[in-house]
């Protein structure tokens, strides 16, 4: 039987292993009896729309450590978009030049790497192929520093940004506890509906700080009076207080409680805007101590010289999966990664059907999260310390990483 060819592309937000997942469909295809070639398509969906697709198979070819250089590399290879497809039955037109695509690559799998939002994209286009009857399978592979996917213990990405932030709260805590002053610091960290990166901040406690004092996640109304309250005690008690806030903290009727209301992106969120710069105004005001807000902000989805080496190797395996369970026939499904135990770490790789994920969210657990509603308890630290675990190790020159270059995407800049 001839071979066929299938596309993988990525989009949404970047992470430090979705590198190393599209590294892991690459390696999958080229061990592949099913497959002949991978094309690589550029700034995700978007780039079979515009015909922009490159040769995976051959540039893996013609560059013996390619794929060893792009499991290490942040951001995205392919480029990224956050490109919203009509439902079909409102407008199919991008559907049928989709498929038609498909068909002149002589496509017979389409594997997509992201988060929520690259879910609801898997979900149209599997609904739409059922519909025409196509042989096509499309399988969704995740990624999202904000681990807020379903059906899977966490996400590729997520593991690499909790170990970059937890060893920034280590170091800021080193910073700020030299002076022997009142002060607040307030450190901002991405999570608009689900708090497990900021969670992820309590990793830095040890033997000699138990810096962050506080945790605030978006799964709890945020009461400001009972975070001066907060703040008070803790004043009260010691000179230096570390704060840990997600960016996406909601009042008591559910709104931000910094946002924009007129600014939305192409999916309808709303855009944030500081809620660390937002406190940091209100406790100097009610207290008139020294404050100082910190917002990681894109720093900790592309720290790739302090990835995980555990978030990379799953990563990869994921990758390798979807092709596996593509030539089995899989489609509509994305693949997942299903804790066995803590101690000793183990999980196991499988799927999910795309119906049970896209447009869905997983947030913290309520008995995962102290009652007073600003800290976390113990049963998320065991969660999350096995997924920091391990280096990654980059390869270093004159002094910097070597990193997969990109001059493939600066067309588009």
Same mark, same amino acid.
């Given at each position: 039987m001839k071979q066929r060819n299938c596309i993988v592309a990525q989009s949404g937000g970047p992470t430090v292993a979705i590198n190393a997942s599209l590294a892991g469909v690459i390696s999958g295809v080229a061990e592949s009896s099913v497959y002949h070639t991978v094309y690589g398509s550029l700034n995700g969906i978007l780039g079979i729309l515009n015909d922009e697709l490159i040769n995976l198979t051959e540039l893996s070819k013609e560059q013996p450590d390619f794929l060893e250089c792009l499991a290490k590399t942040p951001a995205m290879f392919l480029g990224s978009c956050r490109h919203k497809l009509p439902h079909y039955l409102d407008d199919d037109s991008s559907y049928?030049? *989709?498929f038609q695509q498909f068909e002149t690559y002589e496509i017979d799998a389409f594997f997509y790497i992201g988060g929520n939002d690259s879910m609801d994209t898997v979900l149209k286009l599997s609904e739409y192929g059922k519909k025409i009857g196509s042989p096509i399978r499309i399988i969704g592979i995740?990624?999202?520093?904000?681990?807020? *996917?379903?059906m899977t213990d966490h996400t590729p990405g997520f593991g690499s940004a909790a170990k970059y932030l937890a060893a920034s709260l280590l170091e800021i805590a080193h910073d700020t506890f030299i002076y022997a002053v009142k002060s607040v610091t307030i450190v901002e960290i991405m999570g608009r509906d689900a708090g497990w990166l900021t969670a /992820?901040?309590?990793l830095a406690r040890n033997e000699?700080?138990? /810096?962050p004092h506080l945790i605030y996640l978006p799964e709890v109304p945020f009461d400001p009076e009972d975070f001066l309250l907060d703040v008070k005690r803790l004043l009260f008690e010691r000179n230096n207080i570390v704060i840990a806030v997600s960016e996406g903290l909601r009042d008591v009727s559910g709104n931000y409680i910094s946002a924009s209301e007129q600014s939305l992106d192409t999916f309808g969120h709303k855009q944030l805007s500081g809620v660390g710069k937002t406190l940091e105004f209100f406790v100097k005001e009610k207290l008139g101590v020294k404050v100082r807000s910190v917002e990681i902000n894109v720093l900790q989805r592309c720290?790739?010289?302090l990835a995980s080496a555990t978030d990379l190797q799953e990563a990869a395996i994921l990758g390798k999966k979807a092709v596996a369970l593509s030539e089995e026939g899989v489609t509509a499904s994305m693949v997942t990664i299903n804790r066995i135990s803590n101690t000793p770490y183990q999980v196991e790789y499988g799927y999910a059907e795309i119906t049970h994920i896209a447009n869905e969210a997983k947030s913290v657990p309520e008995e995962w999260i102290s009652p007073n509603g600003n800290d976390v308890e113990q049963p998320l630290i065991d969660y999350l310390t096995p997924l920091i675990q391990g280096e990654s190790h980059p390869t270093y020159k004159n002094g910097l990483p070597v990193y997969a270059g990109i001059s493939? *995407? *600066?067309?588009?800049?």
């Open positions: 049928v030049f *989709l995740p990624k999202t520093v904000d681990n807020d *996917l379903c /992820a901040a309590a000699y700080s138990d /810096a720290a790739a010289h493939h *995407l *600066l067309k588009y800049q």
